[in-house]
């Protein structure tokens, strides 16, 4: 599975506070986006891109996972791998490179990854018995699309190695503002949803009523549902006279039980006499 979001930032009209929210700001932190545009790339190791080779079973019994599960290889030696390519639909530059696992002490140690970028190849290593259920750094790299470029995990390891998701943040260049540090705290409050706590979270139009003066509309602006997808809806409400559309998304989990976060709140025009 491929979720890729753009999010861009204009000034608006004062009447509208918060032009992105994500994560962060359902528990209080708000985070405007620097000028320009930012890509949040992630793959998941169900993707059809991913490629493996040698012996992987699917799993979702550790939590922290990114997705519906993940994938592990038994400890031991051999060739197993697994890859994740960079998205052909990125744009060339500079990405902060970021990977999952879920943790636990049968895991590996020195779990290696091999990152493929413009300027060659990268090894790196991870404790995986250790931060998992969080987006872990790999570094700063360059990545063209197209190129046979993206990250490979061994499965030549001292544990069990599990292979999760892999995300590009950038390009860095175009001044980038939210990264995948702030969508990962979105995961305890998708906990707190599956456990009964908010559960309008899990429609669209609920969560944007709910969060409307959050976002700088007021209590009773009309809204409605324009567009509902698995990942990403939209959100259109008027106020002060304007239209606005409100986009959002699902970055911890897709379908019905996956909350939903604003991504964005772009102005439209007049809303009319």
């Known amino acids: ?3 890729q979001n753009r999010a861009e930032w204009r000034p608006r ?15 209080g932190l708000h985070a405007p986006v620097a000028t320009g545009w930012a890509d949040e790339l992630i793959v998941d190791d169900a993707d059809a891109a991913v490629q493996r080779s040698g012996a992987w079973e699917a799993s979702a019994t550790t939590p922290g996972f990114y997705g519906g599960g993940y994938l592990f290889h038994a400890s031991g030696h051999g060739t ?3 890859r994740w390519p960079f998205p052909a639909g990125g744009a060339p530059g500079r990405y902060d490179v970021f990977v999952r696992w ?15 970028d413009a300027t ?6 991870r404790n995986q018995q250790i931060g998992g259920g969080r987006w872990q750094a790999l570094g700063t790299f360059t990545f063209d699309p197209g190129q046979a470029q993206g990250v490979t995990l061994s499965g030549d390891a001292d544990g069990v190695v ?11 260049d175009t001044d980038a503002g939210v990264g995948l540090t ?26 944007a009523r709910a969060d409307a003066t959050v976002l700088g509309f007021g209590a009773t602006d009309p809204m409605e549902l324009v567009e509902e997808k698995t990942g990403s809806s939209r959100v259109r409400a008027q106020h002060a006279g304007a239209t606005y559309e409100i986009r959002v998304i699902q970055p911890a989990r897709l379908g019905r039980t996956g909350v939903w976060v604003v991504e964005s709140v772009h102005r439209l025009g007049s809303a009319g006499p």
């Open 182 to 207: 702030d969508l990962a705290a979105v995961q305890p409050l998708q906990r707190a949803v599956d456990l009964g706590d908010q559960p309008w979270r899990l429609d669209p139009l609920d969560f």
């Open 102 to 116: 879920s943790s636990g002490p049968n895991r590996a140690s020195t779990a290696r990854y091999d990152v493929v």
């Open 13 to 27: 009209a004062r009447q509208v506070h918060v032009l992105l929210v994500l994560a962060v700001a359902l528990v």
């Open 1 to 3: 599975m491929l979720y």
């Open 162 to 172: 599990v292979a999760d998701a892999v995300a590009w943040v950038g390009p860095l």
């Open 120 to 125: 060659g190849a990268t090894h790196v290593t």
């Open 80 to 82: 197993a791998t697994i």
